[in-house]
């Protein structure tokens, strides 16, 4: 076969990207083989001499989508540049972003883990209904008392009644009082059902917990001002269904765990497709230690939080 010159390599990228003509109708116009008008194309490329420009608007969210995946090991990255006009909060941006993505993944699941907190509330409250058939929808962990003045245990139901969805119920608190008490919890037939079937969760949605009197188990009177100087003390930066981890997503209270009703963090990172949702400034610790100690394999927040999180890293530098 002829050697083709520079002049023909550029004749060929422009029949092929700017008159649109196929690959096979430039092989029949200059005598090359479809095979070597690929091979071309995709030299010209790595030679320069084309390149493509894609015109995003939010092409700075996308490369941060990437970035927070690749830094993190993330499976997938969702990212939200949220607007300050019209009546939506960053919450609810952030929660319709996460609503969005459920619709799209849901019905590959067979059952669905979930644990309440504020960013997961947004996300349920902007989720539209949807059928996801053979469902099961299930506690991961006890309850909390009241979200946005509606009681958990509601709002897990109405979470069953928009996917159409089978509710199991954890009927106990996320903490309580001491060890004795959570281990004759554990004997009741109902929470050994509910657990046991979280364990088998193929889906799980949550949000990471704030330490200290912003955050729910304080607020919701389970922790005091002194658990707060004990867990401070130990490393802790964050929590998830009551499960309190340090900066490398490792456990980090041992007394708090024995008094704490649901799955733990070792059960949790098993499940195969875990859902964190945070944001806010005072989220960034908390959730970098989640993203540390693979708790998460889906992030989803907003475009400040993301870029703060990847200045934390490291890796990010190198």
Not at 8 to 20: A, G, H, P, S, T
Not at 29 to 41: A, E, T, V
Request: charge should be positive; aromatic fraction near 6%; proline fraction near 2%.
């Amino acid at each position: 076969m002829r050697e083709i010159s520079d002049r023909d390599v550029l004749k060929i990228c422009y029949l092929y990207y700017r008159e649109e003509q196929t690959q096979e109708e430039i092989s029949g116009l200059l005598g090359y083989s479809r095979f070597k008008i690929s091979r071309i194309l995709k030299e010209a490329r790595k030679r320069g001499l084309v390149t493509v420009t894609i015109h995003d608007p939010m092409i700075h969210v996308t490369e941060t989508e990437v970035e927070l995946a690749k830094t993190f090991g993330l499976d997938k990255a969702i990212v939200v540049r949220v607007s300050e006009f019209g009546n939506h909060s960053d919450l609810d941006q952030v929660g319709q972003a996460g609503a969005q993505y459920l619709r799209e993944i849901l019905n590959r699941y067979h059952t669905f883990g979930v644990t309440w907190g504020h960013t997961v509330y947004h996300v349920v409250k902007e989720l539209e209904p949807v059928e996801a058939k053979n469902l099961s929808l299930v506690q991961i962990g006890g309850g909390l008392g009241t979200i946005e003045g509606t009681d958990n245990n509601m709002l897990t139901m109405t979470l069953g009644q928009k996917l159409g969805a089978k509710a199991y119920l954890i009927p106990a608190p996320v903490i309580v009082r001491n060890r004795a008490l959570r281990n004759t919890l554990f004997k009741e037939r109902k929470i050994q059902e509910t657990l046991g079937l979280a364990r088998k969760a193929d889906l799980v949605l949550f949000g990471v917990g704030l330490i200290g009197a912003e955050g729910l188990l304080w607020k919701s009177g389970f922790l005091s001002k002194s658990d707060t100087v004990k867990l401070k003390e130990a490393g802790a930066v964050g929590a998830i269904c009551g499960r309190f981890f340090d900066a490398n997503g490792r456990e980090c209270w041992n007394e708090l765990d024995d008094r704490t009703i649901g799955l733990t963090l070792d059960e949790l990172r098993k499940i195969k497709h875990k859902i964190g949702v945070g944001v806010g400034q005072e989220k960034v610790d908390g959730i970098f230690g989640a993203l540390k100690g693979k708790l998460l394999n889906v992030l989803v927040t907003d475009e400040d939080t993301a870029t703060r999180l990847l200045a934390k890293s490291p890796s990010r530098g190198e």
